[in-house]
């Protein structure tokens, strides 16, 4: 099997030739650099690698707008190191401090026309010239509506509209669902039966529960997922549609299956009630999964033995009747052995040699 028919194969609720696997959110700049290192002392080459053992070939943005102020949202950020990198915290919110829907008015919102869907498409065929990966298209088309809002207005203020002013939060995420339902349209005429995969997104869970009550998502949020999800039904209506949340979002995956996903990103199987069995022997049959791979514990801690180990495990039980993509649950942080990511790969993959990831 070519990998576009393995992910195929195994979304159809039946076993492929093996998992397939995914990068995710992929490794940090730190991790490159030292895989990079790695793999030149294992005669392969890390992007030669990076892209052979991927099943998925995600479809990479090209903006053409305007020079961004603040970032396409208008959020300002800074710089912050933690040693080995920097990563960047918000700062400035362009929503902070509205109280009433009419001011939404006065903010600069993106525009769908501000990318190049064209060049999208052409660079996806460079990159998988006869189509053998499954293509995703990617969050920043799909869509990740309450988050937005949350970095608009800044989390602590978000939370406490959802409670006190929920009409605002419903005009601002109608609003960022105007956005994406114009971006999705776009880039469905240009890609058509091309699309494989559509990612979307929004953190509804902690490390030990939902991040707000089940009324909450059901009266404010879900009508946005579900609007988003009928738009996609209608304009890539063979699409198969992840849904990404972090953590323990057990008690609310009935409501994602009710608004129309296929599968969930993450698997944060660090997180309470976030069991592969338990998950699979209830989810299973209506629902696929991608990620799994512990990048809080596993990766970073354990040692290679075991992360082959777990990830074989994982296979067998996510992988049952198939609907299964095995992917670290999020980035892999900066201070994971490279050690750790091969063996996560031969625990996915099962027997292959560096060697066969030398340079293109």
Known sequence: MNSRERVTVALSGKEPDRTPFAWGFGPQPPVIGELEVWCAHHGC???TLRDGVSDILRIEDQYIGPPPQGGEWGIRTKDVSYGAGVYQEFVGHPLAGLEDAQQLE????????????????????????QHQKAWMLPLSIGGN???IYTWMTGMEEAMVNLITNPR???????????????????????????????????????????????????HVVKPFHRRLIENARRVLPNVK???????????????????GIDGLEA????????????????????LAFHGGISVQRLLPYADAATVRHECRQ????????GRYIAAPSHAIQAGTPVENIWAMLRGVLGKFEPENFGTT
């Not at 903010?107 to 460079?126: G, H, I, N």
């Not at 549609?241 to 994602?256: K, M, Q, R, T, Y």
Request: proline letters at 5%; a negative charge.
């Open 314 to 321: 994982l296979c067998q039980i996510f992988g049952r009747c």
């Open 45 to 47: 080459d890390w992007p």
């Open 168 to 218: 605002l939060v419903q005009s601002a995420l109608n609003r960022i669902c105007v956005y994406f339902t114009g971006r999705l349209a776009r880039a469905a005429k240009t890609f058509g039966d091309e699309v494989d995969l559509l990612h979307i997104a929004d953190d509804l869970g902690g490390q030990n529960g939902l991040l707000f009550s089940l009324e909450t998502y059901r």
């Open 106 to 129: 006065t903010v600069r919102w993106p525009s769908p026309d501000w990318f190049d869907y064209e060049e999208m498409l052409r660079k996806a065929r460079r990159h998988d010239p």
């Open 241 to 259: 549609i992840f849904h990404h949340s972090d953590g323990a979002v057990f008690d609310i995956l009935p409501d994602l299956i009710d608004v």
């Open 267 to 286: 698997v944060q199987t660090d997180a309470v009630g976030m069991d592969p069995r338990r998950l699979k022997d209830t989810y299973g049959r209506c």
């Open 145 to 147: 509506p309450f988050e």
